[in-house]
């Protein structure tokens, strides 16, 4: 009898807590996409997960790891060339970024990428991600100024100690305020990404669409091999 992998035991009982957190709060566990965060770990590893649980959604953070991982690393000029099916990128918190990968999605030719804005919601200088005040110049810059990019909500990392989590979570919520009466968008068209491993639950009683969970699925990370490469 094969053994179930520890990956896949832990990814299914993170859809259970998942939904569990969705019908404390009312909501729909359809509503909340999971993100397995894969960086660090080996495609071998994503791929059992992949073919024995039938999950699809899949993140990374490190560019030039994520090119390694894809099938077409050697014919790779940018992320968006070499991952043909990219589904969204995360964290464009300014419009040299956003810039840069319209035009990149231009040049491929490929159909219009989802992106999300990064807030700093901790106000952490070491932190990326635009300052809460500043998120609609970011938002409006996505939406009129990149044709080939598809603004799709907004995404932020909470503080590692988690002393600040719901201040964190409730300041994203009020820039998707801010930015639905602004811009005249009903909110269900501007996502959440809030929730890691620590606090994913919290994040889905407080409206959050995308939990990007990683080492509650995969195990702890390695970053030794990381740091040589970088
Ligand atoms: C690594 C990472 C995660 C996952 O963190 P865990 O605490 O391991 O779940 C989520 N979001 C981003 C942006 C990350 O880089």
Do not use: W
């Amino acid at each position: 009898m094969a053994v179930e992998g520890a990956a896949v035991t832990a990814l299914r009982s993170v859809f259970q807590r998942v939904r569990q957190a969705a019908e404390r709060s009312g909501r729909n566990a359809e509503d909340v996409r999971v993100i397995a965060v894969s960086k660090t770990k080996p495609a071998s590893l994503i791929r059992q997960v992949y073919d024995d649980t039938g999950h699809r959604c899949f993140g990374e953070n490190y560019v030039q790891e994520f090119i390694e991982k894809a099938p077409q690393s050697n014919k790779a000029k940018s992320l968006v060339a070499a991952v043909h099916n990219l589904s969204m990128v995360q964290g464009v918190d300014n419009e040299k970024i956003a810039n840069h990968l319209d035009r990149a999605v231009s040049s491929i030719g490929r159909r219009p990428l989802p992106v999300m804005v990064q807030v700093n919601t901790s106000g952490e200088t070491s932190k990326s991600g635009i300052e809460p005040s500043h998120c609609i110049e970011i938002v409006k810059h996505v939406k009129f100024g990149c044709p080939n990019l598809v603004f799709s909500g907004l995404m932020t990392i909470g503080m590692p100690d988690y002393t600040s989590t719901p201040e964190n979570f409730r300041t994203l919520s009020r820039c998707r305020v801010e930015i639905c009466k602004e811009l005249g968008m009903p909110e269900n068209q501007c996502e959440l990404s809030m929730g890691m491993s620590g606090d994913f639950e919290l994040a889905i009683e407080m409206g959050s669409t995308n939990v990007r969970i990683g080492s509650t699925i995969f195990g702890p990370r390695d970053y030794s091999k990381k740091q040589q490469q970088q």
